[in-house]
């Protein structure tokens, strides 16, 4: 058996599922590729690693890993890492293993003491020299932590967080909770704090553990969008995780609830589940909002209900403005407006074409007629400028509408806004538009800006997938019944016009829909295997769908339901780059992690934040506008890759340009395929799907129309026939655990 140390500079190959890895390792001057089983790691790690050198027939000689641990690196490697890691501005990886090369162990004392010497060194000028000693010189601190966490096993790149949040007290967080760290730092998970409490010697079954574990469950579940875990799966998610049996669990559960980080509740009569348990702030943000949708819900009491003259006048004004507008609502259409008017709150609900928009056209007029103050927003820029061009007036994102602030709340570090409630938004009605896609955190902040005697109209389509954040706002607030809620059921568009929603509707309802290549903007193309799924796929978006659609190549989408596999977004995302965006010597290229982006790529935000500044920019390059935040599913464009000031340059819609240092770009993806979730609330020309096989709870109902509702001309399956009725067959919709409704339920029963 051989015993090798090396730090892993390539990981080649690597199944997140079962953590079959293959990577490069370098050991003194020699190059190694390893294969085993590891759990997490990461390139720039130092591992100890037994194992036995064995022959491959193609890949050739490599090692086979037994067992391994992580090591400390050596200090040499620890500066290059440091050097490399985009902390010192003009030095990338291979420039700082150039000077660690020269300089060996002394390279700090050089760098800090006798700068002049890096001149020496290929690529660095004697100005350059001087710049990296100043900037080394102010980073002394941070330099100092981040070997620390190196030491750790902790990459360059999330060091960097990890100080940026800790400032010098990372010594003290590192050394008393390391748990603290999967709390405030996105990128650690607990089992990185795990690993590292490992390596300092904190107990298995510690107190600080366990506690860690529970909120980590409770956290994680809330990316799987619940609000709260019944007792009994949270219990066993936190044992599995712990590997600590769950009755050593529980008195911490009770702790947690003492020191008010949870919120216990029990279960309803009619509930067989037990306890719910609730991470704390998430209680609180769900009991907030249906108090303040309480006090919004005001309206005119049948007692003393609208006069039948009054009534009457709002139907002769609605009469006049169908006429004004050439159309006649159905019954429902006029009913709405008619809520809208005599309530503090209204949901507008209803499948694709069954005249939503029409009906809020109405409604904004009529308001409009009365010289009343309307709002207009939803949640995502895409959808808010589908509504612009809708209604003919400005809509905005909600984040917009709020002023988003740019700073984070101390407290849950979430967007605060301007608008808030000491500061109200001054409107008189405010619609939004897309609410399925609203979560739990955006709807306490737009209603706490919003008023008692503001209207608010929600409109939205229950049967588009949850938002991706926590919590089934529209659900909820339609379930609770105490809310009007209008739900439109007859579809205008017709049959010849669309497939699309004529399909939508079938699916929705569990019916089969005719699967063939007949329809003029529903095309189903049987193709089981998957090399001739990509072969089609490439060439309906390079050649045929652009002139049938009127868009280019760019505005057609590939939608697909994973994020791994063959057909999943990140291998087909490295496929269509091949094609749409090829490389060429005149395109900039960055490699980062198992990918590449290039110049003219296309890309996706993958997460809010608040805090990133865009600007645009006039054709003499003079900033024109500025503001900040990008948001999940933002897809834009490669403009610049600047290799120097080692940074990405993407722009979005309306010309927002944003800059990313290289270590930010966990922040975006490609997006030439992106998933049917990320896809929510944006419209495309065309949309294709590929649809072979997967997981049954993925593969349901919801999702098939989510997907099919997002194209506006055209939507092409390819895939198996089968795979696509026992999606329409398969109503097993993910639940969600969340509690609005029984909230709003306790608040007007009181
Ligand atoms: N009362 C009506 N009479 C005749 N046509 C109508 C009526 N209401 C809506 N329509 C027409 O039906 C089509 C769909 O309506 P609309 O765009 O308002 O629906 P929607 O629910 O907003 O659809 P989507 O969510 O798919 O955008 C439009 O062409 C619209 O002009």
Not at 432 to 448: G, T
Request: one cysteine or more.
């Amino acid at each position: 058996m051989e015993n090798v140390k090396g730090y892993v500079e390539h990981i080649i190959y690597r199944n997140n599922e079962n953590g079959y890895t293959v990577m490069n390792m370098v050991s003194g001057q020699e190059e190694i590729i390893c294969v085993g089983m590891f759990r997490t790691i990461d390139q720039g790690e130092t591992l100890q690693i037994d194992g036995n050198y064995v022959e491959h027939p193609v890949y050739g000689r490599q090692l086979k890993v037994e067992s391994y641990q992580i090591a400390a690196p050596d200090d040499v490697i620890s500066m290059e890492r440091y050097l490399g890691s985009g902390a010192i501005k003009g030095i990338g990886e291979a420039l700082a293993a150039r000077i660690v090369k020269m300089f060996g162990e002394d390279t700090f004392r050089i760098i800090e003491e006798e700068p002049e010497l890096l001149a020496e060194i290929k690529g660095i000028s004697e100005r350059k020299a001087r710049e990296i000693a100043v900037q080394m010189e102010e980073k002394k601190d941070m330099r100092e932590a981040m070997v620390f966490l190196q030491k750790y096993g902790i990459s360059g790149a999330l060091a960097m967080k990890i100080y940026n949040t800790y400032g010098m007290s990372v010594y003290g967080v590192l050394r008393e909770n390391p748990y603290k760290l999967a709390e405030d730092i996105s990128g650690v998970g607990f089992k990185i704090a795990d690993e590292i409490a490992n390596k300092i010697g904190i107990h298995t079954d510690s107190d600080y553990r366990i506690r860690s574990a529970v909120l980590y469950v409770l956290l994680q579940s809330s990316a799987e969008g619940h609000v709260y875990l019944p007792e009994d799966i949270l219990l066993r998610r936190a044992s599995e995780l712990l590997e600590v049996e769950e009755p050593a669990i529980e008195p911490q559960i009770a702790n947690l609830a003492m020191d008010k980080k949870v919120v216990i509740k029990m279960p309803r009569p009619e509930e067989d589940k037990g306890r719910k348990i609730y991470a704390a702030s998430y209680y609180y943000e769900e009991l907030n909002c249906a108090k303040m949708i309480h006090d919004l819900n005001v309206s005119i009491s049948p007692e003393d209900g609208l006069l039948p003259s009054e009534e009457n006048n709002i139907n002769d004004r609605i009469r006049a403005i169908e006429k004004e507008q050439g159309i006649e609502l159905d019954e429902l259409q006029r009913k709405a407006v008619l809520e809208s008017v005599k309530n503090g709150l209204l949901i507008l609900t209803g499948g694709p074409g069954t005249g939503k928009t029409t009906t809020i056209n109405t409604i904004i007029r009529y308001y409009a007629g009365e010289n009343l103050d309307i709002f207009l927003a939803a949640p995502t820029g895409r959808a808010a400028k589908r509504m612009t061009e809708t209604t003919g007036y400005e809509a905005r994102t909600i984040h917009r509408l709020l002023e988003l602030s740019g700073a984070v709340l101390e407290e849950n570090k979430r967007a605060k806004f301007e608008k808030n409630e000491e500061n109200p938004l001054e409107a008189d009605v405010i619609i939004v538009d897309e609410m399925s896609m609203v979560d739990i955190h955006l709807f306490q902040s737009l209603l706490k800006a919003i008023m008692p005697g503001t209207r608010l109209i929600m409109a939205g389509d229950i049967n588009q997938l949850p938002s991706v954040g926590p919590g089934q706002i529209l659900k909820d607030l339609i379930d609770s019944r105490c809310i009007p809620v209008v739900m439109l059921q007859k579809i205008f568009r017709q049959a010849e016009e669309s497939d699309i929603v004529v399909n939508a509707h079938a699916i929705n309802r569990g019916k089969q829909i005719e699967l063939n290549n007949k329809s003029k903007d529903f095309f189903f193309l049987e193709r089981n295997d998957v090399g001739v799924i990509y072969k089609h796929m490439i060439q309906l978006i390079c050649e045929k769908l652009p002139p049938y659609v009127g868009a280019s190549a760019y505005d057609i989408q590939v939608l697909t339901p994973m994020r791994k596999g063959s057909l999943g977004v990140e291998i087909l995302n490295g496929i269509l780059q091949e094609y749409l965006n090829p490389p060429d010597k005149s395109k900039e290229e960055y490699e980062a992690g198992e990918g590449v982006y290039r110049v003219g790529d296309k890309v996706m935000q993958i997460k809010n934040n608040y805090q990133l500044e865009w600007e645009v920019v006039s054709k003499y390059n003079i900033p024109i506008d500025r503001g900040m935040g990008v948001f999940n599913g933002d897809i834009g464009i490669i403009k610049e890759i600047n290799d120097y000031a080692q940074e990405i340059i993407v722009e979005y819609d309306e010309h927002k340009r944003v800059t990313y240092p290289f270590h930010q770009l966990d922040e975006i993806e490609l997006a030439y395929a992106v998933t049917i979730h990320k896809s929510q609330g944006s419209e495309y020309p065309a949309v294709i799907m590929p649809l072979l096989t997967g997981p049954k709870m993925l593969f349901n109902r919801n999702l098939l129309y989510t997907g099919v509702t997002r194209a506006k001309n055209c939507v092409t399956i390819l895939g198996s026939r089968q795979t696509v009725n026992e999606m329409i067959a398969n109503e097993n919709q993910n639940k969600r655990y969340t509690s609005l409704c029984e909230r709003i339920e306790e608040l007007s029963s009181l």
